[in-house]
C-alpha cells in the first residue's frame, strides 16, 4: 500500500479552507493509503504562539482530525514535537537545501513582507527544509494539500532527488495532491485572498468551531459581484465561485450540478442554501468534537500514533546518518 502523509500547524482557529483543501482529502484517501497525519506543532513556532494557546490548539485539532473522520484504524495521527528525528532529519536537509531555493518561496515572501528584519524568525525561513524532512522521513509517496502548498512539497522533490544523487537511493520521492474542487477556498470578505486562520478580518473567514449562526451570517453577508447569476467563474465572479465551491464539495456535488440547482435562483437564494449547508456541516462537526475532547480519545490517539511514527523516523534518520558519514 502506498504511503501519504500530511499535516497542520496548530495556529489560530482551523477554518473552513483548512477542512476543504486538505483535512477533506486526508479523510476520503485514508482508505486507499497508509496514511500519516500529524500535527505540525514545531512549524507552529516560527511565529510566536502563547503557550496555552497552543497547547489548547494542539488538543483540539486532534479532536477536530478525528470529528472529520479521521479513523486511528488507517491513519497514524501523532505530534510532531514528540518526535525528535523530524528536527534531526530537518537539520541535514537544511544543509543540502540552498538560500537561493529558500529565497523563492512565495509564503515566506508573503509572511515577511512589511515586517522589519526583527521581527521575522529564521525558523520562519527555514520551515520549508523541516517540511521536507516531515515528508520524506515516512516515505510519503502522497502529500494532499491546498494549492498554497505545492511550492513547498516541489521543494521537497527537488531536496529528496538531490539527496539520493549525492548519497545513494534514500527517499521516495513525493507527489503534491491538489483537490479538483477546492485547492483554495477565498476569504469571504475579499475574495481574491487565500481564507487564513491567522487573519486579521474575522467576517472573512470561517472557524470549524465557531458558532454555525455566526457562520451563516458571514456566508449571507459574502462580498460578491452584482450580475445576479450563480456561475463559476473563478476570474470574473470570485465571491459567488468561492461560495459554489464551498457548497459543492460539503454538498457532495459538481460545480455543473450546482450551476443547474441555482439556474433561476438570485443571490439571495443561493447564499441561503450555502448558509445552511455550512450551518448543519459546523453542527454536525462540532458535536462530534465535543464528545471527543471531553473523553480520553486524544491522548490514546497520539500515544499509539507516535510509536509508530518514531519507529519508521527512527530507521529513516539511522540510514541518512550512515550515509552522510555521522556514524562512527
Ligand atoms: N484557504 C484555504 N484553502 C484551501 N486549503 C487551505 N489550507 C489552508 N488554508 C486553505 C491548507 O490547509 C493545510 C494546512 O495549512 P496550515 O494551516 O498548516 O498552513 P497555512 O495554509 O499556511 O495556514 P494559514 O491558514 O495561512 O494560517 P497561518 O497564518 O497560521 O499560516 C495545507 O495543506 C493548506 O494548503
Not at 515577511?112 to 524532512?133: D, Q, R, V
Amino acid at each position: 500500500m502506498k504511503r501519504l502523509l500530511s499535516g497542520i500547524k496548530p495556529t489560530g482557529e482551523l477554518t473552513l479552507g483548512n477542512y476543504v483543501g486538505a483535512i477533506r482529502q486526508f479523510v476520503d484517501m485514508q482508505k486507499d493509503y497508509e496514511s500519516f497525519i500529524f500535527v505540525a506543532n514545531l512549524h507552529a513556532i516560527t511565529v510566536y504562539n502563547d503557550k496555552e494557546e497552543l497547547q489548547k490548539r494542539t488538543r483540539d485539532l486532534v479532536a477536530i482530525y478525528l470529528a472529520c473522520g479521521l479513523d486511528p484504524e488507517k491513519t497514524t495521527i501523532f505530534l510532531q514535537s514528540e518526535n525528535n528525528y523530524h528536527n534531526n532529519l530537518g537539520w541535514v536537509l537544511e544543509c543540502n537545501t540552498y538560500i537561493g531555493e529558500l529565497n523563492r518561496m512565495t509564503q515566506f515572501k508573503d509572511k515577511s513582507k512589511n515586517k522589519s528584519e526583527n521581527a521575522i524568525t529564521c525558523g520562519l525561513y527555514t520551515y520549508p527544509t523541516l517540511m521536507a524532512a516531515d515528508i520524506i522521513m515516512y516515505d510519503a509517496d502522497v502529500v494532499p494539500v491546498g494549492i498554497d502548498q505545492k511550492q513547498h512539497v516541489e521543494l521537497t522533490r527537488d531536496i529528496a532527488q538531490r539527496f539520493n544523487k549525492r548519497y545513494g537511493d534514500t527517499f521516495v520521492i513525493p507527489q503534491p495532491i491538489i483537490p479538483e474542487t477546492g485547492e483554495k477556498i477565498y476569504d469571504l470578505q475579499n475574495p481574491t485572498k487565500k481564507m487564513s486562520k491567522t487573519e486579521e478580518n474575522p467576517k472573512g473567514c470561517i472557524a470549524l468551531l465557531e458558532n454555525p449562526a455566526s457562520a451563516a451570517k458571514k456566508i449571507m453577508g459574502a462580498v460578491t459581484d452584482s450580475d445576479n447569476k450563480v456561475i463559476f467563474d473563478q476570474e470574473n465572479k470570485p465571491g459567488i465561485s468561492n461560495l459554489m465551491t464551498i457548497y459543492s464539495v460539503l454538498a457532495k456535488k459538481t460545480i455543473k450540478e450546482v450551476e443547474m440547482e441555482f439556474k433561476d435562483s438570485n443571490y439571495g437564494t443561493f447564499k441561503k442554501a450555502v448558509a445552511d449547508c455550512v450551518s448543519k456541516f459546523l453542527t454536525d462537526l462540532q458535536q462530534k468534537y465535543n464528545d471527543i475532547i471531553n473523553s480520553g480519545t486524544v491522548d490514546k490517539v497520539l500515544d499509539d500514533g507516535i510509536k509508530k511514527a518514531r519507529e519508521i523516523a527512527q530507521a529513516k534518520v539511522a540510514e541518512v546518518y550512515q550515509k552522510v558519514g555521522l556514524s562512527r
